[in-house]
């Protein structure tokens, strides 16, 4: 059974920084594409990056480009989202996702999902 565990969310202040991590367990990932989506109530979940387990192609969201960084430790299993400068606007539960094969920025088209963190940026 694929798990995938959100660590590292909580309350920063605006212009801080947050690191969240993601552990995937249940399978091999060598063919799955890791993303990082995050939603606030009432609005569609919304794409922040993604990246490839087989090589280092990412692909991020405008509203957080050149700000977040998606990485991942293959030998841990792990993805994780290093966010820096953060804003209010920031503010959302953020969920990791898996796919197999190939990257997408398209929440429907991701096969597993984790519980989702909060991440809170007060103004």
């Known amino acids: 059974q694929v798990q995938l565990v959100e660590s590292g969310g909580g309350l920063v202040q605006a212009g801080g920084s947050l690191r969240l991590s993601c552990v995937a367990s249940?399978?091999?990932?060598?063919?799955?594409?890791m993303g990082w989506f995050r939603q606030v109530p009432g609005k569609e979940r919304e794409f922040v990056a993604t990246?490839?387990?087989?090589?280092?192609?990412?692909y991020y969201g405008n509203s957080v480009k050149g700000r977040f960084t998606i990485s991942r430790d293959n030998a841990k299993n792990t993805v994780y989202l290093q966010m820096n400068s953060l804003k209010p606007e920031d503010t959302a539960v953020y969920y990791c996702?898996?796919?197999?094969?190939?990257?997408?920025?398209?929440?429907?088209?991701?096969?597993?999902w984790g519980q989702g963190i909060q991440v809170t940026v007060s103004s």
């Open positions: 249940g399978r091999t990932f060598s063919n799955y594409g």
């Open positions: 996702a898996a796919k197999r094969f190939g990257l997408s920025v398209t929440a429907n088209e991701y096969d597993y």
């Open positions: 990246i490839n387990w087989s090589d280092r192609s990412t």
